[in-house]
């Protein structure tokens, strides 16, 4: 191997060049594939877990609360709120 490839070749991110290549070419772009936004998502939903032996009860309980709030806080016109 070392006759054809430099042994340099061989560092992590020299070869991982190589990769990149096959990575995009089955996965497409990086904005498509990319979970960033959906990790944001489930964090925001980590947040809302108060009892720790129920985490799922607890985190609808969460989403449950803050869709109410966010409801009625849109036809609130004398209280200032996030939306108004």
């Not at 430099?6 to 290549?21: R, Y």
């Not at 936004?37 to 985490?55: A, D, G, H, M, T």
């Not at 803050?66 to 036809?75: A, G």
Request: aromatic share 20%; glycine share 4%.
């Amino acid at each position: 191997m070392e006759m054809l490839f430099p042994p340099t070749f061989f560092t992590v991110m020299v070869h991982f060049i190589v990769h990149l290549v096959k990575d995009v070419k089955l996965g497409g772009h990086v904005q498509y594939r990319w979970m960033y936004p959906i990790e944001r998502y489930l964090e925001k939903f980590k947040s809302y877990v108060r009892n720790k032996e129920q985490p799922k009860g607890s985190i609808a309980e969460g989403y449950m609360a803050e869709e109410f709030f966010t409801f009625c806080s849109r036809y609130l016109k004398e209280i200032d709120t996030v939306f108004n």
